[in-house]
């Protein structure tokens, strides 16, 4: 304490003032706020390691969330910015950009086998703009993405062979309005 105010390194558990939680914070202080590095527990049980600026997560940092999902990456006004590793609990994982707390940029997307499924760009954490899906039987969509969906140009592969080259809006080829699924299980009835 210098002044009456936290500075240099300890811990302080925050109490909330309408009875909840507390925030356990061990690490450097500075003017009475978080500042350098630090861990916290916050109200909801995540729990943060990494560097704080002006009480705020800011810089390198790692959460650790009580549903299991885990952040590693850059931090900017207490939220996901730059580049960092998304992890979910069943093994899942995102590799790339983020802006204001979402995936957004260019990114890679991996299933709980570590196996590629979407590699492009992303806007607010959905497949937007240019990128590759790639479905574990054998089929892959290269083209547009719009809010998740397939949308605009793209080329759809089955066995590396082109299906549809072409069209599409919002998953479905544009010329016929029918989905993929539906098209090709008209085609293995015939």
């Known amino acids: 304490m210098v002044d009456g105010k936290m500075e240099g390194k300890g811990s302080y ?7 909840g939680n507390e925030t356990a914070y061990i ?16 109200p909801n049980g995540c729990i943060y390691i ?78 937007h703009g240019e990128g590759t899906y790639i479905w574990e039987d054998n089929k892959k969509y290269t083209g547009d993405f719009r809010h998740g969906k397939k949308h605009g140009y793209g080329t759809f592969y089955i066995d590396n062979e082109i299906s549809y080259q072409g069209s599409w809006k919002f998953d479905k080829p544009s010329i016929i309005n029918k989905s993929l699924d539906e098209i090709l299980s008209k085609m293995i009835k015939e």
């Open 13 to 19: 558990i925050f109490s909330s003032e309408e009875g």
């Open 50 to 127: 990494g560097q704080w600026e002006n009480d705020i997560m800011s810089g390198i940092g790692k959460m650790s969330y009580i549903s299991g999902d885990e952040y590693i990456g850059n931090w900017k006004n207490g939220k996901k910015e730059g580049h960092g590793v998304y992890t979910w609990k069943n093994g899942g994982r995102y590799i790339g950009e983020f802006k204001n707390g979402k995936m957004d940029g260019i990114g890679i997307c991996y299933d709980e086998n570590g196996r590629m499924i979407y590699e492009g760009q992303w806007k607010n954490n959905l497949a």
């Open 27 to 42: 690490g450097s202080f500075k003017n009475d706020l978080k500042e350098g590095n630090g861990m916290c527990t916050l």
